[in-house]
C-alpha cells in the first residue's frame, strides 16, 4: 500500500526544498478554504509547487478510514491536492486508501452488496420477521457496538421534541464514530437490514435518529450543503470518496461505472454523519436520498440537481 500522508508529510518537513515546497501548498490551500480568490500570479505559484513535488510520497499518499489522527492525515492529502477542489465536481481521487488493501478490513463486499438486495436475507433474518430488530440483539451482543449505539443515540435524541434542537454537530461524530470504530459486520447488518414491511422499514429508516442527524426544520438548498461538506476536510474526503466508487456509468451493464457496488456501499456508509448525511427516504422502499432541495437555485440549478441526483436516483447506489 502507498504511503501514509502523516508519514510522507514528516519526511517531506524534514527535507528543507520539500519543506518550502509544503508550505507553499498551505497557504495556498488556506486561502482556498476562507474561499479568498487567488490572483494568476497565486494560482500560477501554487500550481508549480504541486508539480513540483512530481513524485514525491506526499503526492501519492492516502488515508485510512479507521485510523487515528484521521483528520489531520485528509488535511495533508487536500493541501497537496487542493487545486483539485476549485469546481464542484473536481474531486475525482479519494484520499483514502482502497478498503481491500487496508489489512485490518476483511469484509467480504459482494456478501454486503448482496445483503442489501435482499438475496442473502435467510441467514440474517433467523426466522425474525423484523431482520433490523435482530440486528439490534446482535449488536447487543458486542460490548463495543452498543456502548457507541447507545452513545449516538442519547446524543441525537437529546433536545429533540423540545424548544432546543439537538447538536447537530455532537450527533454527527457520535454516528462517525460508530460506523468507524464498531466491526463493519455489525453496522452494516443495522444499516443494510432486508425489510418486508414498514414496521422494519420504518427501524431501518430511524437507525441514524433522522431527526436530528438528517433533517432540518426547512429543506436547505443542495448546493448549500455541498458548501457546508467542502469546508470540512472529512466531509470532502467522504464526497470524494463517494463520486469515486459511485459514479453511474449508463452504458455499463451494472450501472456503475466502477463495476463494485459493495465498494459503494461502504463509501455511502462513510457519507453518515457528515454536512452530507443520507438516509432513507420512506418506510416502504430502499431508496435513499439528502434532505435538500433544489427549488430557488437560480442559474445553478443543474448543478444543484446533479448533486441531488448523486443519492436520489443513482443506479450505482
Same mark, same amino acid.
Not at 3 to 12: D, G, K, T, V, Y
Given at each position: 500500500?502507498? +504511503?501514509? =500522508?502523516?508519514?510522507?508529510?514528516?519526511? =517531506?518537513?524534514?527535507?528543507?526544498? =520539500?519543506?518550502?515546497?509544503?508550505?507553499?501548498?498551505?497557504?495556498?490551500?488556506? +486561502?482556498?478554504?476562507?474561499?479568498?480568490?487567488l490572483d494568476h500570479d497565486s494560482r500560477v505559484r501554487c500550481l508549480n509547487a504541486e508539480l513540483e513535488l512530481g513524485n514525491s510520497s506526499l503526492l501519492h499518499c492516502k488515508c485510512h478510514r479507521r485510523m487515528k489522527k484521521q483528520e489531520h492525515c485528509l488535511r495533508v492529502f487536500w493541501t497537496v491536492h487542493s487545486s483539485m477542489t476549485d469546481g464542484y465536481f473536481n474531486l475525482e481521487t479519494s484520499p483514502y486508501e482502497n478498503p481491500a488493501n487496508e489489512e485490518h478490513w476483511k469484509t467480504d463486499y459482494n456478501k454486503l452488496a448482496a445483503l442489501v438486495s435482499g438475496k442473502d436475507c435467510s441467514q440474517l433474518a433467523g426466522g425474525a420477521t423484523n431482520p433490523c430488530l435482530k440486528a439490534t440483539h446482535v449488536c447487543n451482543l458486542s460490548k463495543k457496538c452498543v456502548r457507541l449505539r447507545t452513545d449516538y443515540a442519547s446524543i441525537c435524541t437529546r433536545g429533540a421534541g423540545s424548544k432546543d434542537t439537538?447538536?447537530?454537530? *455532537?450527533? &454527527?461524530?457520535g454516528l462517525r464514530n460508530f460506523f468507524e470504530k464498531v466491526p463493519e459486520d455489525f453496522t452494516k447488518r443495522?444499516?443494510? @437490514?432486508? @425489510?418486508?414491511? #414498514?414496521?422494519? %422499514?420504518?427501524?431501518r429508516r430511524k437507525t441514524i435518529v433522522p431527526d436530528c442527524s438528517f433533517q432540518y426544520n426547512t429543506k436547505p438548498n443542495c448546493l448549500?450543503?455541498?458548501? +457546508?461538506?467542502?469546508?470540512? &476536510?472529512? @466531509? *470532502?474526503?467522504?464526497?470524494?470518496?463517494?463520486?469515486?466508487?459511485?459514479?453511474?456509468?449508463?452504458? +455499463?451493464?451494472?450501472?456503475?461505472?466502477?463495476?463494485? &457496488?459493495?465498494?459503494?456501499?461502504?463509501?455511502?456508509? %462513510?457519507?453518515?454523519?457528515?454536512?452530507?448525511?443520507?438516509?432513507?427516504?420512506?418506510n416502504s422502499s430502499v431508496e435513499v436520498s439528502l434532505w435538500c432541495?433544489? #427549488?430557488?437555485? %437560480?442559474?445553478?440549478?443543474?448543478?444543484c440537481d446533479q448533486i441531488f441526483g448523486m443519492f436520489q436516483s443513482n443506479k450505482c447506489l
Amino acid at each position: 500500500p502507498r +504511503s501514509n =500522508c502523516l508519514a510522507a508529510e514528516q519526511l =517531506c518537513l524534514s527535507d528543507s526544498t =520539500c519543506n518550502a515546497t509544503y508550505r507553499i501548498l498551505e497557504n495556498c490551500a488556506l +486561502s482556498r478554504a476562507r474561499f479568498l480568490p487567488l490572483d494568476h500570479d497565486s494560482r500560477v505559484r501554487c500550481l508549480n509547487a504541486e508539480l513540483e513535488l512530481g513524485n514525491s510520497s506526499l503526492l501519492h499518499c492516502k488515508c485510512h478510514r479507521r485510523m487515528k489522527k484521521q483528520e489531520h492525515c485528509l488535511r495533508v492529502f487536500w493541501t497537496v491536492h487542493s487545486s483539485m477542489t476549485d469546481g464542484y465536481f473536481n474531486l475525482e481521487t479519494s484520499p483514502y486508501e482502497n478498503p481491500a488493501n487496508e489489512e485490518h478490513w476483511k469484509t467480504d463486499y459482494n456478501k454486503l452488496a448482496a445483503l442489501v438486495s435482499g438475496k442473502d436475507c435467510s441467514q440474517l433474518a433467523g426466522g425474525a420477521t423484523n431482520p433490523c430488530l435482530k440486528a439490534t440483539h446482535v449488536c447487543n451482543l458486542s460490548k463495543k457496538c452498543v456502548r457507541l449505539r447507545t452513545d449516538y443515540a442519547s446524543i441525537c435524541t437529546r433536545g429533540a421534541g423540545s424548544k432546543d434542537t439537538c447538536d447537530r454537530r *455532537k450527533c &454527527h461524530r457520535g454516528l462517525r464514530n460508530f460506523f468507524e470504530k464498531v466491526p463493519e459486520d455489525f453496522t452494516k447488518r443495522i444499516l443494510f @437490514c432486508p @425489510c418486508q414491511d #414498514e414496521l422494519c %422499514g420504518e427501524r431501518r429508516r430511524k437507525t441514524i435518529v433522522p431527526d436530528c442527524s438528517f433533517q432540518y426544520n426547512t429543506k436547505p438548498n443542495c448546493l448549500w450543503l455541498l458548501d +457546508s461538506c467542502l469546508e470540512d &476536510h472529512i @466531509c *470532502k474526503s467522504r464526497l470524494a470518496d463517494f463520486q469515486q466508487n459511485c459514479q453511474p456509468a449508463d452504458m +455499463s451493464p451494472d450501472g456503475c461505472s466502477q463495476h463494485n &457496488h459493495a465498494a459503494c456501499l461502504q463509501a455511502y456508509m %462513510g457519507m453518515i454523519g457528515t454536512p452530507m448525511t443520507p438516509n432513507y427516504v420512506s418506510n416502504s422502499s430502499v431508496e435513499v436520498s439528502l434532505w435538500c432541495t433544489c #427549488e430557488n437555485s %437560480g442559474n445553478q440549478k443543474e448543478k444543484c440537481d446533479q448533486i441531488f441526483g448523486m443519492f436520489q436516483s443513482n443506479k450505482c447506489l
